[in-house]
């Protein structure tokens, strides 16, 4: 499954340069992330008080390939690209008017609330991993 | 006494029209107020921890009279104008090249751990009330 | 006319304290202006190119009543204050489960492409006057 | 020669989970990389009048390796890997009292001032050259 929510490029994540800065990339993609949480019924705020664990990032990438601006419409897919025993990476796309704005990937360890790493709960890894059928 | 602290804009904090966002100039009051702290010789991170207390914000504005864009070199002053027994009012202004590009104040309230309103601890009060003089 | 909108309070715009970050009302302040905008029938990204003009704020504040935390289904209502031959004000409040989280205001003044400030284009008044009835 | 700047966490870019959110880690690369311009005498704000050139990324990734909290002074470091025709690759690492919180990289394309590619400036590159030595 290929999750998909539309933003709209706020003023105020854009630069001088007209064009959305490359840092606010990774905040869509978080936002994107939040809602395919709800999208699963997980809302995303209960997974610390359901679970125990924290998702912290521990690496990021993201490639640019066409500026996005102020109002644009665009829409984040994310893709659950792995689930390990500890670890899930989910795969972002940008598509700003059908074209591929970026794309990149973030992947997540889990840790319990005193930042211990942990292995995921079994009952989260399934819902993840059927969400990838 | 006026607090003084030298800023520079961030490219990552102007907008398409190529002036810093409205809502940075509220960064750059707390960032400033943050080196207040420090030159007090109170770590902003250990008010917490020493005096158990946060002082959420309850009351904000700015008065914009000056752009202020990309690499500009800011100076942010701060004045400690009232502190009462359970809150805390500084005026700030940003001076761009001697021209004062804004004028605001931020007013807070002391609360302890759980988030209930308390006395500024008289230690604190003392403080800041010193550095008014 | 109240216009209202509703968010999705994000992660990144919380801060340690676990609440939304004092600054980051004023950025949903700005996205519910964006959407108001909109619900015109102008986009926001056209009001330079069709009018000619940009809206710098010169007025901004806020008080804050009650936090705002992660995930929080906030509702930002905007109504238009008052509409200036130069200038023209909004209203805010932040709702959160129907209590008001915040309340406040922006000023704008018109000013040309180079920063030129002008009147308000005469069709741009009448579309804003008439969201007032 | 690697380049070095200090920052202070600030508050603001902290989360509910009392860390710096990732997506802020690129904002300090990017102000570090503004010092390091200046320190090799370009004004970050003048590369686009001088050279008619901008910069716009086109790679980012970043590992996390441990948190960075509020207040934490932390020391951020600029290698410039590579500096192509029209593409100048930076690896940054953030350290947090002598531990590595972070690192990444970003590569940027030469573009001019209509966003075409272009090949970066013939004294822009011996200057970004001479830095690596």
Chains 1, 2, 3, 4 share one sequence.
């Not at 102020?70 to 984040?76: G, R, S, T």
């Amino acid at each position: 499954m290929i999750f998909k929510h539309k933003f709209r490029v706020r003023w105020v994540d854009t630069d001088t340069a007209g064009v959305m800065h490359f840092s606010n990339y990774f905040r869509y993609f978080e936002a994107c992330e939040e809602e395919f949480y709800r999208s699963l019924g997980m809302e995303p705020d209960r997974i610390r008080g359901k679970y125990g664990i924290m998702l912290p990032r521990v690496e990021t990438a993201c490639q640019y390939k066409a500026a996005c601006r102020y109002n644009d419409a665009i829409e984040v897919t994310l893709k659950v690209r792995e689930v390990g025993t500890k670890t899930v990476t989910y795969d972002f796309q940008i598509l700003n008017e059908a074209r591929i704005a970026a794309e990149g990937f973030v992947k997540c360890i889990a840790v319990n609330l005193d930042w211990k790493v942990v292995d995921l709960p079994e009952e989260f890894t399934k819902i993840l991993r059927k969400s990838t059928l």
